[in-house]
């Protein structure tokens, strides 16, 4: 179990497709009319868990009913052993991707989660989001918005690999077949899930420093600890085709909000600022001096933000 952030009666499972899923649920306020609120729906990044919405779910579930699940492979989920593509030996295995992710959060928004719907996503669960939105675009109950936190632009799929170095280029070959072995990618995995390592990932993410504490590197480290884990490290880094945001957005008509850290040192401003062409995005502001995961950075401006956003979601103009 993860570090006791939330209190315990606020933790859930969910047996989906065989696997466990753990959520989190926001009692009801008294005085609030829970049946006829929205539902904000938390999705988590790569490599975190529904523990990284510890400063956000609190505040929002004063106004909407407020839930944060975690990714199979991440944090209190099941995190069974990955199969790539043309792998020959996937017998209980599982693909980890973003449709894979999508169809896990669309599930659980159809089965678990009453009335209509706001999906929030930092980084990968950005993309997660969009990809949940456009299916349940597809099942006939669209979401009422998706909130875009420093969303992953997933800058090593093929379809960017035009955009890298020449030597980039030439290498990807290489690069594809060694990370498809499991004993590699094992190795580097042990060696990325120290708590040193994580503090130094932690100080490029937030450039700030606030909130860098040590329950945040306990609530990234203990999953990531758990049997399993390196298997959803194997999955993610052999992505490389799946979805993009740019892609999902193209096709979307639920409307899309954007927060985007100033100093983000993994996803570009600019590239961000060029998604304002879709005309399913309608509002980006930039969060000055704040990096990939703002939410957990400055949650007091974030919440301000996502309390407006949520209370005022946009009809959608594509």
């Not at 280029?169 to 290489?174: F, H, M, N, S, Y």
């Not at 969060?287 to 959608?316: F, I, M, W």
């Amino acid at each position: 179990m993860s570090p006791n952030v939330y209190p315990t009666a606020w933790l859930r499972s969910w047996s989906w497709r065989q696997q466990t899923i753990s959520y989190v649920q926001a009692p009801v306020p008294a005085g609030r009319d829970g049946e006829n609120c929205s539902a904000v729906v938390f999705v988590h990044g790569f490599g975190a868990c529904k523990e990284h919405w510890r400063h956000n779910l609190p505040a929002a579930a004063a106004e909407h009913n407020a839930y944060a699940l975690d990714l199979i492979g991440f944090g209190d989920s099941s995190k069974p052993r990955s199969c790539l593509q043309n792998e020959p030996d996937c017998t209980g295995g599982w693909r980890y991707g973003i449709e894979a992710w999508g169809q896990q959060l669309h599930d659980f928004v159809r089965e678990l989660v009453p009335g209509p719907v706001q999906l929030i996503g930092n980084s990968i669960g950005g993309v997660v989001a969009l990809a949940a939105a456009r299916q349940l675009e597809q099942s006939g109950c669209p979401p009422r918005q998706v909130i875009l936190i420093d969303c992953a632009e997933r800058a090593l799929d093929d379809k960017r690999l035009a955009e890298q170095p020449p030597l980039r280029r030439l290498a990807r070959p290489l690069l594809k077949a060694a990370v498809r072995q499991r004993w590699l990618t094992q190795s580097l995995y042990s060696n990325l899930v120290k708590p040193g390592v994580i503090r130094r990932v932690l100080a490029e993410a937030y450039p700030t420093g606030r909130n860098v504490d040590e329950q945040l590197v306990q609530l990234l480290l203990h999953p990531a600890q758990q049997p399993g884990a390196s298997e959803a490290f194997r999955g993610f880094i052999n992505l490389f085709n799946d979805k993009l945001a740019p892609e999902i957005l193209a096709e979307l008509r639920t409307p899309v909000a954007m927060l985007w850290g100033e100093r983000d040192p993994w996803e570009p401003l600019a590239i961000a600022e060029s998604w304002q062409r879709f005309g399913c995005v309608h509002s980006f502001e930039t969060l000055p001096g704040l990096g990939h995961c703002p939410h957990d950075e400055d949650p007091e401006q974030v919440n301000a933000k996502l309390a407006t956003l949520l209370r005022h979601p946009a009809s959608a103009t594509c």
